[in-house]
């Protein structure tokens, strides 16, 4: 049964999507101004989303269409921890905790997996194939904005077990496409990846005062800068 789902996909959460990038800390952070703060309060916030979508999807992975999308080798959790050990110390665990913006999106994925769990395919998609996708790009813009050595704190843009990108992109749409779904199922899970396209626009919307704070910082840095020269 091919459903052309991973076109339907895409097409259906374009404007999410486009939303989403234009939050002002995606924006910053495309832009290459990245604050180490933030950054990775976003990398602790990224942990809890990932074990609560890692642990629902192993949960049900013998579900018809979640075994479907069931690739291991996409799961971030561990690489997380990598990375939150170098922003944190060892200690990361007593250090962080979700947001309230997390805390929503970590109780919207467990709601889906214990009711609906064909619509972890959405949070899947939205979540995996973009940390894919971009992952090289935006690991380049982390490394020069906060001046990174040696990949530290990074590892989260690593897919150390998946040899051909592009391959990989090519089985995982195949997958989504020969999942067994009615119409109204497809629709549903269209509608739950704009859902979690949103539950991510509102984590870095909650990121945005710290980005608009070095703005103005640097801002203010460059006037003095101005005025140094003209006295």
């Known amino acids: 049964m091919f459903t052309n789902l991973a076109q339907q996909l895409r097409e259906g959460t374009t404007k999410s999507h486009s939303m989403a990038e234009n939050v002002s800390f995606v924006k910053s952070f495309l832009g290459g101004v990245v604050d180490k703060k933030s950054y990775?309060?976003?990398?602790?916030?990224?942990?809890?989303?990932?074990?609560?979508?890692?642990?629902?999807?192993?949960?049900n992975k013998n579900d018809l269409a979640v075994k479907s999308i069931y690739f291991p080798e996409l799961f971030r959790k561990s690489s997380l921890i990598e990375d939150l050990n170098y922003y944190y110390g060892s200690d990361w665990m007593k250090e962080v905790k979700p947001s309230l913006a997390t805390q929503v999106y970590i109780?919207?994925?467990?709601?889906?997996?214990?009711?609906?769990p064909e619509l972890l395919i959405a949070h899947a998609y939205t979540r995996y194939i973009g940390d894919l996708s971009?992952?090289?790009?935006?690991?380049?813009?982390?490394?020069?904005?906060?001046?990174?050595?040696?990949?530290?704190?990074?590892?989260?843009?690593?897919?150390k077990s998946?040899?051909?990108?592009?391959?990989?992109?090519?089985?995982?749409?195949?997958?989504?496409?020969?999942?067994?779904?009615?119409?109204?199922?497809i629709t549903q899970i269209i509608s739950e990846a704009n859902i979690a396209f949103n539950l991510n626009m509102k984590i870095f919307q909650e990121l945005d005062s710290n980005v608009i704070k070095i703005m103005l910082m640097l801002f203010l840095s460059s006037i003095n800068n101005l005025r140094k020269k003209f006295t």
């Not at 602790?44 to 949960?59: Q, R, S, V």
């Not at 109780?107 to 609906?116: A, L």
């Open 162 to 185: 998946i040899e051909d990108e592009k391959i990989f992109k090519d089985m995982y749409r195949n997958s989504l496409n020969n999942i067994p779904l009615s119409n109204d199922q």
């Open 40 to 59: 990775r309060k976003l990398v602790a916030n990224l942990f809890f989303i990932y074990c609560a979508i890692e642990e629902e999807i192993e949960k």
């Open 107 to 116: 109780d919207r994925i467990h709601s889906v997996g214990s009711n609906q």
């Open 134 to 159: 971009g992952g090289q790009i935006l690991k380049k813009i982390a490394i020069n904005a906060m001046q990174l050595s040696n990949n530290l704190g990074t590892s989260f843009y690593d897919f």
